[in-house]
């Protein structure tokens, strides 16, 4: 089955410079790959996906970047605020498959 | 339109009590999944359920753990004889078409077994 790895598990960085998360993924048939924020005590929360046959996707500080040969993805933060302070989740899915296979997280610190 | 429930918010079980954890999908949303998340961890897949089927259960424990999704009313996540490790926040998921994409959560249930 599918398995996907994330890094790092912990990130902090000076309140607005660039914060980068990466994701790989093992079964090559995965063609959905969302991002979710999740706070402290709170539910995941979908901030942006991006599906296999683009190789890139914006909004607004937010983007992912998807390589499907070496089989990983990135999410790209830029211009950081406290806000963006949380656990960030990447996760997987196959085509005809229901559920995401996420990673195990990233805390990401955002200091002022 | 509101979001995905689910009640109750926090539950406390004694060590061989039952647990029943309600979700309630978002309008117009036919298609349940329901996920654990150990603390400190990733999300896990339990089971994925439609009206009145069970879909997908290959992520749920074999023994104790059942769910239904019934024609009428909230999808229940049943769990009999709690156990400690059992500890966990339990999320729901709907989303409007039986796929990955769009899943949109709930807030969760944080079980505690003592």
């Known amino acids: 089955g599918e398995n996907v790895e994330q890094h790092p598990s912990t990130l902090s960085v000076q309140e607005g410079d660039s914060a980068v998360i990466k994701c790989t993924y093992s079964?090559?048939?995965?063609?959905?790959f969302p991002w979710y924020k999740q706070e402290l005590g709170k539910r995941p929360q979908l901030i942006i996906d991006i599906r296999s046959n683009v190789g890139e996707k914006k909004d607004q500080r937010i983007a992912v970047t998807l390589n499907k040969t070496a089989k990983h993805f990135s999410l790209h933060i830029t211009e950081t605020q406290p806000e963006d302070s949380a656990v960030y989740f990447c996760?997987?899915?196959?085509?005809?498959?229901?559920?995401?296979?996420f990673g195990q997280g990233t805390r990401l610190t955002i200091n002022p | 339109n509101a979001g995905v429930m689910q009640n109750p918010r926090h539950l406390v079980r004694r060590r061989g009590q039952e647990a029943r954890l309600r979700c309630s999908p978002m309008?117009?949303?036919?298609?349940v999944y329901w996920y654990r998340q150990l603390p400190e961890e990733g999300l896990k897949f339990m089971v994925y359920?439609?009206?009145?089927?069970?879909?997908?259960e290959s992520g749920m424990p074999k023994e104790r753990f059942s769910a239904e999704f019934p024609k009428e009313g909230p999808s229940i996540l049943r769990i009999q004889q709690v156990v400690r490790g059992d500890s966990a926040a339990y999320f729901c998921?709907?989303?409007?078409?039986?796929?990955?994409?769009?899943?949109?959560f709930g807030p969760g249930t944080r079980l505690t077994v003592t």
């Open positions: 309008k117009g949303h036919s298609h």
């Open positions: 998921a709907s989303s409007p078409r039986g796929s990955s994409y769009e899943q949109y």
């Open positions: 079964d090559s048939a995965s063609n959905y």
């Open positions: 359920l439609q009206k009145e089927n069970i879909i997908d």
């Open positions: 996760a997987a899915s196959s085509r005809g498959a229901q559920k995401l296979v």
